[in-house]
């Protein structure tokens, strides 16, 4: 295995802080590496893989549409991204939308959108956007415009203009940065890289409120909150508000890559032929992946499952809160969830990996259980299981 390890090191630019495994194959709740080491998975591949691995109905759809087509460009129709297309504006409530290659990509859509929707309405091109500090949005120029941590940002600068910060689940910033130019406010409604944390009822329906009565476009970014992460099929439906544009990737697909952005009609309207653009964004694999993913989590019941198994999660990620003064605290919401540590976990996540236990981080001192949504109550009693052997050892 060392081998492998120089070699990579050797081959990739350094972007990432790669753990020493080496992963092969995976079935159900469960990835294998090359030497036959079994993992129990809650990470999900950073919350795509809802399936679970190896579902066979999902791989046999893939199957199908590899012997039939795999890309044609978007100068010519397919029935796989009509289809799918349809299956995401019933499920978000949206009336128009476009296919991407990612999650970053369906956010610089979304911002693009938004700006055109100002332009054609006030016939310049001076519009601002508010995004939220400790946001995560992507890494693209664009997308890192609108990502309020600045260990992100402070490289890359000078960014894309227009943009201010407000401080999340506090209405009153919001509103002192608004004003006649405002043409969007964007935010995560549970932030996910920040720290695993949701908004409350009352500032995002004070944000729809804000925003419907200065005709200001509300994006919510549901790249990762989204697709039945929290209970419900996207995270603003827990709060009995609906935005202007969303954005969806990661579990939109189940591992193949694919985002999707979706918009109200007046808003969407903005965009003309020659707008946006790309050329592998819903192609026919692509939207393959996506229309199967919809009818399984109808038939699977998935949602059902998170709410069923979100209270167990919690409940005994509670308990690890009250059983060890080194933890301070969970959040989260639904299979989305959080426990802040009072110390790095950077050398935690190691010796639970050894353990059979795949967790990630959500910052440097959080770990984020987001595993996939087919979990069992007895798959968290596995994890519990093993963290807290791992926690009982600092």
Request: charged letters at 25%; one cysteine or more; proline letters at 4%.
């Amino acid at each position: 295995m060392m081998g492998y390890f120089e070699d990579a090191d050797k081959l990739f630019i350094p972007m990432y802080s790669r753990y020493k495994i080496i992963l092969d194959h995976g079935d159900g709740m469960y990835l294998y590496d090359t030497e036959g080491k079994k993992y129990l998975d809650f990470a999900a591949g950073i919350s795509v893989f809802a399936l679970g691995y190896n579902n066979k109905a999902y791989n046999d759809a893939l199957k199908t549409q590899i012997d039939k087509l795999l890309h044609t460009s978007n100068l010519f129709f397919n029935i796989p991204a009509i289809e799918a297309l349809k299956k995401l504006l019933d499920a978000s409530g949206m009336d128009k939308g476009f296919f991407t290659n990612s999650g970053t990509e369906a956010v610089e859509g979304a911002v693009k959108l938004a700006r055109k929707y100002y332009y054609k309405k006030k016939g310049k091109a001076d519009s601002k956007i508010i995004a939220m500090n400790h946001s995560f949005h992507g890494r693209s120029m664009g997308a890192l415009s609108v990502t309020g941590t600045k260990k992100y940002r402070e490289a890359f600068e000078p960014l894309i203009g227009g943009v201010a910060f407000a401080e999340f689940n506090n209405l009153e910033s919001v509103m002192e940065l608004v004003d006649d130019n405002t043409c969007a406010i964007i935010m995560e409604p549970v932030q996910g890289e920040g720290g695993i944390y949701p908004a409350t009822k009352e500032f995002i329906q004070g944000i729809r409120k804000l925003c419907t009565e200065k005709d200001i476009v509300l994006i919510f970014d549901e790249i990762q909150c989204g697709m039945g992460r929290t209970g419900s099929m996207f995270a603003y439906e827990q709060y009995g508000v609906k935005p202007d544009i969303m954005t969806s990737a990661k579990a939109l697909g189940c591992g193949i890559p694919v985002g999707a952005f979706a918009a109200v009609e007046r808003i969407a309207n903005a965009f003309e032929p020659g707008d946006h653009g790309t050329t592998y964004g819903g192609n026919p694999f692509a939207a393959a992946a996506v229309s199967k993913v919809f009818d399984l989590y109808e038939s699977e019941k998935l949602l059902d499952n998170v709410n069923e198994v979100a209270p167990y999660l919690i409940s005994k990620l509670d308990g690890l809160v009250k059983k060890y003064d080194f933890i301070s605290e969970r959040r989260g919401m639904g299979l989305l969830q959080g426990l802040e540590f009072r110390m790095p976990v950077k050398d935690l996540l190691p010796k639970v990996h050894s353990k059979g236990l795949i967790l990630i981080s959500a910052g440097e001192r959080i770990i984020r259980f987001v595993p996939p949504l087919i979990v069992r109550k007895e798959h968290v009693d596995e994890m519990y299981s093993i963290l807290d052997q791992c926690l009982s050892e600092i």
